[in-house]
């Protein structure tokens, strides 16, 4: 008896395109992944836990990205973002970051960034507390620019990140002031 699942990339267009709102080149585009594998998971909570041992046995995780798992090594945003900046030679110290995510698989990175924006994973659905939550205890001085971080958004989509981020570039880290 074999998993129920769907690999990003097996989805056809239409139903890519209903999962993510992303149209179907943006969607095309989304699956070229070189470091996780995220995959629709139609199956029960119980063969999920015994998935993710299996494959902590071989050195990968699962983590949450909303609608997707993404099975991947274990790293996460940050330690990426850590990495890169290292390759160049450029000093976390010397950066004002502002972090966007919707999702578990971005709470390391929204919880080290000098300003965060929580998005909703889907239109319309509520913003997850256990996230927020998880980002207070990673680092509780988050928010360097306003105390109030991180800033919760409703919303999801391409657009309504975008305005989202403009605004807060635009406010330098304070954020919308519509939420």
Same mark, same amino acid.
């Given at each position: @008896? =074999?998993?129920? /699942?769907?690999?990003? !990339?097996?989805?056809?267009?239409?139903?890519?395109?209903? *999962? #993510?709102? +992303?149209?179907?080149?943006?969607?095309?585009?989304?699956?070229?992944?070189?470091?996780?594998?995220?995959?629709?998971?139609?199956?029960?909570?119980?063969?999920?836990?015994?998935?993710?041992?299996?494959?902590?046995?071989?050195?990968?995780?699962?983590? @949450? =990205?909303?609608? /997707?798992?993404?099975? !991947?090594?274990?790293?996460?945003?940050?330690?990426?973002? *850590? #990495?890169? +900046?290292?390759?160049?030679?450029?000093?976390?110290?010397?950066?004002?970051?502002?972090?966007?995510?919707?999702?578990?698989?971005?709470?390391?990175?929204?919880?080290?960034?000098?300003?965060?924006?929580?998005?909703?994973?889907?239109?319309?659905?509520?913003?997850?507390?256990?996230?927020?939550?998880?980002?207070?205890?990673?680092?509780?001085?988050?928010?360097?620019?306003?105390?109030?971080?991180?800033?919760?958004?409703?919303?999801?989509?391409?657009?309504?990140?975008?305005?989202?981020?403009?605004?807060?570039?635009?406010?330098?880290?304070?954020?919308?002031?519509?939420?």
């Amino acid at each position: @008896s =074999g998993l129920n /699942f769907s690999l990003f !990339s097996e989805l056809n267009p239409r139903e890519l395109s209903r *999962l #993510t709102g +992303l149209d179907p080149e943006a969607g095309q585009k989304a699956g070229q992944r070189l470091a996780s594998a995220p995959m629709l998971w139609r199956d029960s909570d119980e063969n999920l836990k015994e998935l993710v041992d299996e494959l902590s046995i071989k050195g990968l995780m699962i983590v @949450s =990205g909303g609608t /997707f798992l993404h099975v !991947s090594p274990p790293c996460d945003k940050y330690a990426a973002f *850590l #990495t890169i +900046l290292e390759w160049q030679n450029v000093s976390r110290a010397s950066l004002k970051i502002l972090g966007c995510g919707d999702s578990e698989n971005d709470v390391s990175l929204l919880s080290n960034a000098d300003f965060a924006l929580l998005f909703s994973a889907k239109p319309n659905s509520p913003l997850i507390p256990h996230i927020q939550n998880a980002m207070k205890t990673l680092n509780p001085v988050i928010g360097r620019f306003d105390a109030s971080s991180p800033k919760a958004i409703r919303g999801a989509g391409p657009s309504v990140w975008g305005r989202a981020v403009k605004e807060a570039l635009k406010n330098k880290g304070s954020g919308p002031e519509h939420e």
